[in-house]
């Protein structure tokens, strides 16, 4: 997985993809989703389809496997394949598990999901999120939009990205 995931990273997906075919073993479904999320970045559609029948036939219900899907026919403004995709996890009753992150601080176990609001300090981590997103863009931050997955306007999507679960760990 990590060196299907270090090739795919690199845009070396032929390579990637031929490891793949040549184990000794059937591919888990780590090693798939690791080509899947390289065809996402490198918009491989092609080979995301054929990913996408392998991981399905190993875990009929691998709500990343169509959520990755979703978001690369989304890359590439193929809306009506995403709809498709996203009624497909529907009709299959297939739902996204919401990204999380756990942290430790001083022996306290913290932990986020995007856009939470439970946690006790949210305030004060969003004052901090905020404070560090305009002293990157003073800095001349420019945030990398290729995988907004809406058709929304400019600044309406930096908002949502402040309030990643990993955002909010750190």
Request: aromatic residues 8%.
């Amino acid at each position: 997985a990590c060196m299907v995931d270090l090739l795919g990273r690199a845009g070396r997906l032929g390579e990637a993809n031929n490891i793949v075919k040549q184990m000794p073993y059937q591919p888990s479904i780590v090693v798939w989703l690791a080509l899947l999320g390289a065809c996402r970045t490198h918009g491989c559609m092609d080979l995301a389809n054929h990913v996408v029948e392998s991981i399905l036939e190993l875990e009929p219900q691998n709500d990343a496997a169509f959520v990755l899907l979703s978001n690369i026919y989304a890359t590439t403004s193929r809306w009506d394949d995403k709809l498709m995709v996203r009624k497909l996890m529907e009709d299959k009753g297939v739902k996204k598990k919401p990204g999380c992150t756990w942290i430790e601080v001083n022996g306290q176990l913290h932990f986020f999901v995007a856009e939470d609001t439970s946690h006790p300090q949210m305030k004060e981590i969003h004052t901090e999120l905020n404070r560090l997103s305009v002293q990157m863009v003073e800095a001349g931050y420019v945030h990398d939009t290729r995988f907004v997955l809406h058709d929304v306007v400019d600044r309406q999507h930096d908002i949502p990205f402040c309030y990643h679960s990993e955002k909010l760990a750190i």
